[in-house]
């Protein structure tokens, strides 16, 4: 049920709370000047960090710990540390038409101006971007799913396959990174490898460093292991839900795929019955040059 809010102002109360916080934060034995910000100062790069080790997990680790870089802004493709050196930006894999872009500044800002809410309610912005989204894609690709984080995604299309398939064996490659949800990580071997037990793991298709490195045959080659993957996986009874690969592998070292690679892959996995989930998190919405996604460098045939 909506109920319709009378009265008094939702921001009754709100200075007397954020004292009542910055008492509590000192109480931690944290000065309220070095988490206080833009009233007193900025705070110096080792407060920043004690504050850092005293409230933040270890687990997420920083970039150069020995020395790590306080970032405080970003414009374009460079980033700026507290002393207002300037830093090119070739980690961040988000920001792809450039830190703060003027025109995306802009739209979030009118947006949140306006209404941030779940997509529950009607609202013009969600069906006209789906509409516009649709263009870049094949014309039996056109419905969609908004989510949260590109592990969300990944976890919801997982889930799609196994409910359209009704099969639970799931297909990827080595060396990918889908995120950290417990379903993705049983598929992730980037880091470490704690594959679940319905995780079949084939080859990484790099022709550098793999098995096959003839650019002309290894797309197939490699496409033929993952046959007889799906063919053993048969013959053990077990079922393909799904295979899953990124268009092109970012954090296995950015490989492009073998030409005719995801093709051939593709056929087999729906051959098996299965579907196919091009994860383009990292790699698509325009960043190979050309093409729109990065499965479009493999041809429209193979969707």
Not at 105 to 123: D, F, I, K, P, W
């Amino acid at each position: 049920m909506m109920i319709k809010k009378r009265g008094s102002s939702n921001y009754e109360g709100f200075e007397d709370a954020v004292a009542e916080k910055k008492r509590k934060i000192a109480a931690n034995g944290v000065s309220t000047a070095v988490v206080t910000i833009n009233e007193t100062r900025a705070c110096t790069k080792e407060e920043t960090l004690a504050v850092r080790r005293k409230f933040i997990a270890p687990s997420q680790t920083l970039f150069f710990p020995e020395d790590p870089l306080k970032i405080v802004k970003a414009q374009g493709q460079y980033m700026f540390d507290e002393t207002g050196t300037p830093y090119l930006d070739c980690i961040n894999n988000v920001c792809h038409v450039g830190h703060c872009h003027k025109y995306v500044v802009e739209a979030g800002c009118r947006q949140m101006a306006e209404l941030n809410t779940n997509s529950r309610y009607l609202h013009d912005a969600m069906v006209t971007y789906a509409a516009h989204l649709a263009t870049t894609l094949p014309g039996n690709l056109s419905n969609f799913f908004f989510t949260n984080s590109g592990s969300e995604a990944n976890d919801l299309a997982l889930q799609i396959a196994e409910t359209v398939t009704g099969h639970t064996e799931r297909l990827t490659v080595d060396g990918a990174y889908y995120g950290n949800l417990s379903t993705l990580l049983e598929l992730s071997t980037y880091k470490r490898k704690l594959l679940g037990s319905h995780t079949i793991l084939a080859p990484i298709p790099d022709v550098y460093h793999g098995q096959y490195r003839d650019p002309d045959t290894a797309g197939l080659l490699y496409a033929g292991d993952v046959k007889s993957l799906i063919d053993k996986a048969a013959s053990d009874n077990k079922k393909i839900s799904c295979f899953i690969m990124e268009s092109l592998l970012s954090c296995a070292g950015q490989v492009i795929p073998p030409e005719g690679y995801l093709q051939a892959v593709y056929k087999h996995v729906h051959e098996a019955g299965g579907l196919c989930i091009a994860d383009e998190v990292q790699v698509g919405f325009g960043r190979v040059g050309n093409c729109f996604w990065g499965f479009e460098l493999q041809g429209d045939k193979k969707v």
